[in-house]
């Protein structure tokens, strides 16, 4: 790797994943492509490890002049592609952005890579790799008693945003089928952890929480979900760069499966403890039961052996070290918290997505 294009790497995981890499790789230049939608933030790159090795360019990855350009103009070798319009609730209200981001803009990156790596040049760099971030909603949901989601597991979306996501990965392994392109892609279960937008469960948990909010539980939050560490994430996605088989698929987890209301009962408990003086303790008594989510997939459960057998990776973070973490995290850096919270896209969507409940907060 020496001069890696990021897309999406304004984001929560993205910029997590810039800062991992320019610690990680003293010598790469990280190029970070992101529109800066509602999810990007350029406060998610203040204060990054070496800033000089950092180029932001804000644009579209739907912009196929723009991406080409990047790819001249900074000879890029690698790509790791984040972005993506990413939360099920806003698919469901509007479906569109997310099939032109995850859909044409994974495809518009996939054909530029494939015109100047493989066309243009006759081959791939040296070492060149295009590794393509997905998640474990592209296989549905499982029944009680179905074994955890494996690299085999036939797909089954469920919602707008899984079906654009499905369908991007199968763009991604058509294009390493077809024309040869150096591809990986990894499936991720939940991600949490620093710099996640607020509207998610556990960020939305934390600051509602210390706030006196209603902490909203959708329906009987008996949901189980997989949560994984963000920094444990980077890590897994940087040893596939190193060592992963081009053409390969790799879920990654967190070795956990608590329902939603353990989740977050487990937050509040842990605020009790570092909070014990909050006029709202115990915060569990915030928990408010609302209407729950059309198409609601009941259970994630991710296998995570391969990974682990051939890349050596494992989560570092247990649920509840990564959720201390995440919220000691919240509470240390409240300029973040406000300047994000107070966007006007931000208070859009959240007065939108309550009407879509009925109005419940």
């Not at 000089?52 to 350009?69: M, T």
């Not at 099939?99 to 994974?106: A, D, F």
């Not at 210390?210 to 040893?239: F, M, N, S, T």
Request: proline share 6%; with cysteine; glycine share 8%.
């Amino acid at each position: 790797m020496k001069n890696v294009l990021v897309t999406g790497g304004a984001g929560f995981i993205g910029s997590n994943f810039v800062r991992y890499l320019l610690r990680a790789e003293p010598d790469v230049r990280v190029i970070n492509l992101d529109a800066l939608t509602y999810a990007g933030s350029p406060e998610n790159l203040k204060g990054l490890p070496d800033e000089s090795r950092h180029i932001f360019v804000n644009g579209n990855i739907i912009d196929r002049a723009l991406v080409e350009g990047i790819f001249r103009h900074h000879q890029i070798d690698t790509v790791v592609h984040f972005a993506a319009e990413s939360h099920v609730d806003r698919s469901i209200l509007g479906p569109e952005q997310f099939v032109q981001t995850n859909i044409v803009g994974t495809f518009t990156l996939l054909d530029v890579a494939r015109q100047i790596w493989l066309n243009e040049g006759g081959f791939a760099p040296e070492g060149a790799r295009f590794h393509h971030v997905s998640t474990d909603e592209v296989y549905g949901s499982l029944k009680p008693g179905e074994p955890a989601f494996s690299e085999s597991t036939p797909y089954a979306p469920r919602s707008p945003y899984a079906a654009s996501k499905a369908s991007s990965d199968h763009l991604a392994r058509a294009y390493a089928t077809t024309y040869g392109l150096p591809v990986t892609i990894t499936n991720c279960s939940n991600n949490y952890g620093p710099y996640q937008f607020p509207e998610k469960l556990i960020p939305l948990t934390i600051l509602n929480a210390v706030r006196g909010k209603p902490l909203p539980i959708y329906g009987d939050g008996k949901q189980v979900r997989d949560w994984l560490y963000v920094e444990d994430h980077c890590e897994a996605i940087y040893r596939v760069l190193l060592n992963g088989k081009s053409g390969e698929t790799y879920n990654v987890g967190g070795n956990n499966q608590p329902t939603n209301l353990e989740v977050v009962r487990q937050i509040c408990r842990i605020l009790d403890e570092v909070q014990p003086d909050s006029e709202f303790f115990p915060h569990d008594q915030l928990i408010q039961y609302v209407a729950d989510r059309p198409g609601h997939d009941r259970r994630y459960d991710m296998n995570i052996e391969k990974i682990g057998s051939e890349l050596g990776w494992e989560p570092r973070q247990s649920l509840e070290t990564g959720l201390r973490l995440t919220i000691k995290w919240y509470l240390e850096n409240p300029g973040w918290v406000e300047a994000i919270s107070s966007r006007s896209d931000y208070q859009d969507w959240l007065e939108k997505n309550y009407a879509a409940r009925g109005g419940q907060r």
